[in-house]
Every structure is written in C-alpha cells, then in structure tokens.
C-alpha cells in the first residue's frame, strides 16, 4: 500500500507526527519512505511494506498528513502502474523533461574516439536545436582485445564540448560503480557544463550490486537496457532495483532480443513492447534502433531499415530515441557498420517527429475509446 502526504508536508508538524506515530505501530507493517521533488513542491511517499492486506485504505486516507492511498500490486511497486494510480511520470533533468507524453532524441557516437569527432556531433545537434546525446567513454566489448573506450580520461573535454555546444544531458554508459564518482567529479571540476544520464548496458541490466549503487545516488537519472535475453518482466524488476534504492528517475530502453529469429538484423526489435511498458510502468520508454537492427541495410522505398524501426517505435508511443551517429563510421572504434552519417541527420530528425506527430493524432483517433487515459 501507498500512502501520498500532502505536497510540501513540515516534517515538524502535528499532522505529520500523528500520522507517522499511527503507520509506524501498524503490526507487521514497515515503513519506506520516498521523495519526489517536482517542478514545484516535494512529494512525499510512504511505501506500507509486509502485511498490508486487512488494512483499512479510508482509515488510512484519513490520516491527518495523508492526501491520498494507493494499493498497489507486488510487481514495481514504485515505477509500477497501479490500479486508480494517477501519480505523475517522469522528471525533468538540466531543463529537459522526459515523460510518457513527449520525445527526446538522443543521436551520437556509439564510442567517443578523437575530439573532432565529439565536436562535429554535437554542433550537428545544437544547429537542430537538440540539446542531448549519446557518447560511450565506457565500452563493454564482448572481446577483451577490442577497444575498451577512453574512460575517464577523455570526460574532460567531452564535457567542455558539449557545455560549448549547449548540450543538457548526455546518456553515458557506465559499468563499474566507480565510473559514477569519475564522472560526478569531472563535471564538479569543469562547474557542471552538461549533465549525464547514467545507462545501464544490457549486459548488466542484472548486475545487481551495479543497478542497486546507481539506485543509491539521486544526482544522475538512469536509461536502463532491457536484458537481450531474459523476460520482459525480469527487466522490469531491474529497474524496479533503482527505484527501491532510491532514484526513481529511470528510463527503461528497449534495444531488441538476441536471437536468431531476428536475422538479418543484429537482435529481434521489440518495439511492439513500447506500449506495454507504458501500461506496466510509469516509465519513459526508449528505443534504441541502431543496437536492434544494426546495419545499415536500404529497404527498396530508399528508407534505412533502421529508420523505418525507428518510426514503428515513436509511432507506437516511444519518449526518446538512442540512435548511433558517426562522421566517419568506417572509422568508427565501435558499431561503425549501424552509425548512420551526418548527412542523414535532419531527415532522421524530421522522420521522428512526424512519427511523434502521429502518435498524437492516433490517441486522438482513439480518444473516444478510453484511448487518452491510460497516458
Ligand atoms: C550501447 O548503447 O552502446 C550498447 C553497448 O548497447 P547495449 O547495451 O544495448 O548492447
Ligand atoms: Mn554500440
């Protein structure tokens, strides 16, 4: 069960302390406290864990500091969608918002290799007015021999770029927990010129001790990968792991299935999963075209496959693209065969926001029909 306390609750008021002295002697019940802070007031949750079955909601409810109660079912009791759950979604991070309503396109190199690079990328977005992207300075390669990335030496001046080219949030991959404090005291160092939204591999989406020291800190969201080859439902509970741990500011990405019924493509794409997401969880769902497809095969309509998997994603619902980009992908260090290249980047650009376009007219096709609401 799911007591919400009203916005902006004094933790030195009566109300308060009555309301905590009544939950805190409930027998076998235990008590989790979690905060949210919105746009503009602090919410404060209080998760009922244990034996909450006989208890009584509108007592509950009644509670001098409760605004509203919520029963929730076991499954991610925190990013999870309950029944009569209207609680908001999404969080805005460096002035960018991510919800289950709006788009963020996250276009950028697979592997950060020489500054040039960097810098011909991120201008490319900031001319569109795109203020995210993607760069990999932490490379989990299936190879001990490939390229490893550049680590925490090359974060200096990926971060001085993109403050130059006014980039907000960069999704980063990280895969130890130590990566979280190079990152946090380089961008410390530099007086924080961008920010970082730390990603979770699929290669790690069950790393427990990883996902639980990420969920720890409440500076940096997270994008979280979906497991390439377990259930839709165990990658969930991955996420669910950050937010018990604290930071409920995931974003869950899906990036296609290792199997080979998905030849010719790189992993079977999952993007008809987009909207089932939206429906489990509050999350804002991903979609990663360049990891599913993974080439850049030309359908004979002259669209790359990976665009046309990009549009089924958008215009099925899905709230930020991660897409590889190269200026040279045949000198990629990773993943240069699935990069696509600057040139293709407005047209890339245009493509999804019509696809988002349609995503809102398709709800309002639907509106009469309960479509609208669930969102
Ligand atoms: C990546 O996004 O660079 C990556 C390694 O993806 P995934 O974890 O989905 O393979
Ligand atoms: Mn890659």
């Known amino acids: 069960m799911l007591a919400i306390l009203h916005p902006d609750t004094p933790l030195d008021s009566d109300a308060y302390r009555t309301t905590l002295n009544f939950l805190e002697n409930l027998p076998g019940v235990s008590l989790r406290f979690h905060e949210v802070q919105g746009a503009v007031q602090k919410l404060t949750e209080i998760y009922l864990l244990g034996d909450t079955k006989s208890l ?75 203020t995210c992207t993607r760069m990999g300075a932490y490379k989990p390669r299936t190879n001990p021999y490939s390229f490893q ?54 290669r790690n989406t069950q790393n427990f001790e990883l996902l639980k020291s990420i969920g720890r800190q409440q500076t940096y969201p997270v994008l979280l990968k979906r497991g390439f080859g377990i259930t839709l439902n165990e990658s969930l509970n991955a996420a669910e792991y950050l937010a018990s741990e604290g930071n409920a500011r995931v974003i869950f990405c899906l990036r296609g299935m290792k199997t080979d019924a998905g030849q010719p493509h790189r992993n079977m794409v999952d993007f008809a999963h987009v909207p089932t997401v939206k429906r489990l969880t509050r999350m804002p769902v991903c979609i990663d075209p360049s990891h599913s497809v993974g080439t850049r095969d030309r359908a004979p309509d002259g669209l ?8 089924q994603g958008v215009i099925a619902g899905a709230n930020m693209v991660l897409a590889d980009f190269h200026p040279k992908p045949e000198k990629a260090l990773v993943d240069g065969p699935q990069a696509l290249r600057m040139e293709e980047l407005p047209a890339f650009l245009d493509d999804i926001r019509l696809c988002h376009e349609t995503w809102k007219k398709r709800r309002e096709i639907y509106s009469n029909q309960g479509g609208m609401a669930s969102v």
């Open 56 to 130: 009584d909601k509108d007592e509950i409810a009644a509670l001098p500091a409760v605004e509203r109660v919520i029963r929730i079912s076991e499954d991610y009791r925190i990013l999870g969608r309950h029944k009569d759950d209207l609680r908001q979604n999404g969080f805005t991070y460096n002035d960018v918002t991510f919800n289950q309503n709006n788009l963020n396109v996250f276009a950028g190199l697979c592997a950060v290799d020489v500054q040039e690079h960097v810098d011909i990328m991120m201008r490319a977005l900031s001319e569109r007015g795109e």
């Open 149 to 202: 990335g550049h680590g925490k030496g090359c974060l200096p001046w990926v971060f001085e770029t993109a403050g130059k080219h006014g980039i907000k949030v960069i999704a980063m991959e990280i895969t130890h927990e130590s990566h979280i404090e190079e990152i946090d005291t380089c961008l410390e160092k530099l007086g924080r010129p961008t920010g970082v939204m730390l990603q979770v591999g699929t």
């Open 304 to 311: 790359l496959e990976v665009t046309h998997a990009t549009a």
